[in-house]
């Protein structure tokens, strides 16, 4: 079965600094997709970055960004000048991208992220 | 809005009691899911549905739960007998099949068991 741990149950950051957030992942699978989604306070999950394991160049939205290392299992995500607005729960996720199972997420535990003015 | 809605979003009830939770997905979207976030915790997936079909139920649902998403539009969550460890939030997420697309979520609904 696969795991995802996020090392880091709370981080903060100044505003306008750079944070990165770690997840490791652990899957047998060779294709797959992994996530960071992010929950607000209002506590709805919105999508903020998807990587494809057969890609190797790293993805990006923005100020979103991740470092993605295949062979360590290894899938952080870089905040770039942070913003208030970027203040909540941070989930890493995991998904197969073929076979029986390709509709199912598995979560880490989150990462609660503060920004302080 | 055309975002998944969840009805009702917090609901506090007696051990012992039923409760229902209702899901209308993204009105185009043919997969539905259900996953259970408790505190401190990611959420975590509880059953998946394409169209009507519930085609996987977790092992975290017990006998005391039932889904159903007649006419594959919304989905209902019905916990039978409910005990002060189903206290959690409730999540219902929706897609359209395939693999790239996105999973989106509702808001959630709060259960609180007394």
């Known amino acids: 079965a696969q795991t995802v741990t996020q090392s880091q149950p709370e981080m903060s950051v100044q505003e306008a600094e750079t944070v990165t957030l770690s997840c490791t992942y652990d899957t047998s699978e060779s294709d797959y997709y992994l996530f960071w989604y992010k929950q607000p306070p209002s506590r709805q999950m919105i999508l903020v970055i998807r990587?494809?394991?057969?890609?190797?160049q790293n993805a990006t939205e923005n100020r979103f960004s991740v470092n993605f290392q295949k062979a360590a299992k290894s899938f952080s995500l870089k905040i770039s000048d942070s913003q208030l607005g970027d203040a909540a729960m941070y989930f890493c996720?995991?998904?197969?991208?073929?076979?029986?199972?390709?509709?199912?997420?598995?979560f880490g535990k989150g990462t609660l992220l503060t920004v302080n003015p | 809005d055309t975002g998944v809605s969840q009805d009702p979003r917090h609901k506090i009830t007696k051990r012992g009691q039923n409760v229902t939770f209702r899901c209308d997905p993204i009105?185009?979207?043919?997969?539905l899911y259900w996953y259970r976030q408790t505190l401190g915790q990611g959420p975590e997936f509880l059953t998946y549905f394409q169209n009507e079909a519930q085609l996987e139920k977790s092992r975290l649902l017990s006998d005391r739960f039932s889904a159903e998403r007649p006419k594959g539009s919304f989905s209902t969550l019905e916990i039978q007998r409910t005990e002060q460890g189903d206290s959690a939030m409730y999540l219902c997420?929706?897609?359209?099949?395939?693999?790239?697309?996105?999973?989106?979520f509702g808001e959630g609904s709060w259960l609180t068991v007394v």
């Open positions: 996720a995991y998904r197969d991208r073929g076979g029986g199972s390709n509709y199912k997420l598995t």
């Open positions: 997420a929706s897609s359209l099949a395939g693999m790239l697309h996105t999973i989106y």
């Open positions: 009105s185009e979207h043919n997969r």
């Open positions: 990587q494809e394991a057969y890609k190797q």
